[in-house]
T-cell receptor, first 112, second 113 residues
Framework: DVKVTQSSRYLVKRTGEKVFLECVQD?????MFWYRQDPGLGLRLIYF???????EKGDIPEGYSVSREKKERFSLILESASTNQTSMYLC???????????FGDGTRLSIL | AQSVTQLDSQVPVFEEAPVELRCNYS??????LFWYVQYPNQGLQLLLK??????LVESINGFEAEFNKSQTSFHLRKPSVHISDTAEYFC???????????FGTGTRLTIIP
């Protein structure tokens, strides 16, 4: 079974801090994704990566960056956290095109 | 751009009653369709998928969904719900050859004992 592991379930940070959210998958998947989930808005794609060191912007990339130095690890970075980035963040991975994405359990991030 | 509409944000249903969760998508080009389920405090789990072939797809826990190309719909149904089906359900669509998914806003299914 595919395992996608997010480093923290809950995280509390202060405005202006640089925040790192880590995600690791164990199935050698090429594609990895970061979403944020907000009530009434569903999941919105922040960034995705289809290969090591490759990245593409999703629908809401402003205020975020990503890093993929190794195939199994995809990091989301909040350069200077703001209160409107308080949300649930979900990481996912997938292999072949159009195959299902597999999700981690999410990180609930609060910015105070 | 692709869009997905889940018409009902909340659906309350009595236990053992049938349920239908509606999903419509915008694009008429070749699509792949998914339903995901999210239990409280968890990530999303794949419930079922339509990639090709039979338009009726089933999951192992009694849900089914039918791909209707003419109506651009992929509604999720279950003939008899259980308390354990309480969760949020998300419909998602991807276009052929595209790794990205577009999600609906979700439907919260509440089972009334």
């Amino acid at each position: 079974d595919v395992k996608v592991t997010q480093s923290s379930r809950y995280l509390v940070k202060r405005t202006g801090e640089k925040v790192f959210l880590e995600c690791v998958q164990d199935m050698d998947h090429e594609n990895m994704f970061w979403y944020r989930q907000d009530p009434g808005l569903g999941l919105r794609l922040i960034y995705f990566s289809y290969d090591v060191k490759m990245k593409e912007k999703g629908d809401i990339p402003e205020g975020y960056s990503v890093s993929r130095e190794k195939k199994e690890r995809f990091s989301l970075i909040l350069e200077s956290a703001s209160t409107n980035q308080t949300s649930m963040y979900l990481c996912a991975s997938s292999g072949q095109p159009n195959q299902p994405q597999h999700f981690g359990d999410g990180t609930r991030l609060s910015i105070l | 751009a692709q869009s997905v509409t889940q018409l009902d944000s909340q659906v309350p249903v009595f236990e053992e009653a049938p349920v239908e969760l509606r999903c419509n998508y915008s694009s008429s080009v070749s699509v792949y369709l998914f339903w995901y389920v999210q239990y409280p405090n968890q990530g999303l789990q794949l419930l079922l998928k339509y990639l090709s072939g039979s338009t009726l797809v089933e999951s192992i826990n009694g849900f089914e969904a039918e791909f209707n190309k003419s109506q651009t719909s992929f509604h999720l149904r279950k003939p008899s719900v259980h308390i354990s089906d309480t969760a949020e359900y998300f419909c998602a669509v991807s276009n052929f050859g595209n790794e990205k998914l577009t999600f609906g806003t979700g439907t919260r299914l509440t089972i009334i004992p």
